[in-house]
């Protein structure tokens, strides 16, 4: 357990009144129509798509810390590069595409193209991959880290911190509160990073105190190991965030704009997240919990107040996920799956929205709590998610494109449930036979359907 000085108890009890100040203050917004509540009527700039996009995507920091403490500079050519061209590839080929439809959701999306069944198929899918379980894990490490007591306790209280204000506000309420955690998640790792180089030393103190293969390029890993995530980043064209933060957009420019942007935000925050794992390294104890090398260090070198101030930082980038996940997956549980099964897709209930979000926070809970590890539900859900989803939503947008009866529908399930399969013949930790990650397997299995049914409109 890391002591708190009461002042920095203050400070973390200042923000959660803040929290609390949000939901009441946006209670009535739930009322609005559809498009205000679930898109904050396509009204976002290129500041606030920025801000919230920046600080949604980057909800897995004790992973990063984790990473970075055991295999050193190479987590930047694993949760960096291969993120940076994935959202590339995306902003230049389907942001202006995704802003154009017009569409509130990816079912929405996948139905226009492909009727109902590849539409509620890709909303189980969706549900399932924006349960923040892997999320309010770390929320609950870090809260037990810092004030002690039972892992259960604190993801329950860190979930309902996270998606209280959600449920009143709806997505206006997730970029107002995105707005604080984008300063709070810099300010902190800045601070961090600067007061810790000033009193151990520059580059000359990490290569004299780091292992070897820290400051190599691969950090001692097979390149198999490296590579396979080239491959799982492609799940970033079938993110949930990325096409919500597209469809909310004031405009197709602001949303392509606005995801270049943030590659370079991003880049930045891994530079200061990926020294600031190499210094926990070099500085803590070799045995030292890797989960926990950034709060860690914090204690040794912050005072007090900015150990507060911190702590803070990492709650806020992991929270900006939460919300986010959350209200997603509420809005494709309660509208895109139950409403479009019963057939009452066009009419406007926030409270089925709010009734889904309770599950969604119950869900995350218990995957969490079974699960145990942020890196393998990361790994697993994004392995059996892309095969099901990338080929089918990328395809969507090609209006020469189409394809029979059924074939989209058995192109989903064949890819997920080849990957699923996969998956019991190995883990991420222990691998997989030849070699061969599920998400290969899924993504073969995926495109076969979609050769044999491919049809091309010559008009």
Known sequence: MIDLHPIDLVILGGY??????????????????????LLAGRSLTVPAFVATLVSTWYGGILGVGEYSFSYGISNWLVFGVPYYLAA????????????????????????????RGPALIGAGMVFIMTVPAAYVLMIGVLLQAFLGGSLALWVIVGTLFSTVYVAFGGFRSVIRTDLVQFILMYTSFILLLVLTA????????????????????????????????????????????????????????????????????????????????????????PDSDPMLSFPLLASQVLPQGLLGLFLLGLLAVIMSTVDSYSFIAAQTLGRDLVARARNQLGEWNAHRIQWSL??????????????????TIWHDLGAIGT???????????????????????????SGGFGALAWTFFGSYETGYPAGIDPIFIGLFTSLIPLLAGLRINRE
């Open 16 to 37: 959660f009144v803040y929290l609390m100040v949000v939901a009441y203050a946006t209670r009535h917004q739930s009322r609005g129509d559809e498009s205000s509540y």
């Open 88 to 115: 590339g590839l995306f902003a230049l080929l389907l942001a202006k595409r995704a802003r154009n439809e017009m569409v509130l959701s990816i079912p929405d999306q996948l139905e226009k193209k492909f009727g």
């Open 198 to 285: 000033n009193k151990y030393g520059g580059f000359d103190f990490l290569q004299a105190n780091l292992p070897t293969e820290h400051l190599s390029w691969n950090g001692g890993m097979p390149v198999g190991s490296i590579l396979v995530w080239y491959v799982i980043a492609m799940a970033t064209l079938v993110e949930p965030s990325f096409y919500q933060r597209c469809y909310a957009a004031k405009s197709a420019k602001v949303a392509r704009s606005g995801i270049l942007i943030s590659i370079l935000f991003w880049g930045v925050f891994d530079f200061l997240t990926t020294f600031s794992g190499l210094y926990a390294r070099a500085v803590l104890a």
């Open 358 to 375: 309770l599950a969604t926070a119950a869900g995350a809970i218990l995957i969490a709590l079974w699960k145990g590890s942020a890196v």
């Open 387 to 413: 095969p099901v989803l990338l080929l089918p939503l990328a395809l969507s947008f090609n209006q020469r494109l189409s394809f029979r009866n059924g074939i989209v529908m058995l192109s989903m399930l």
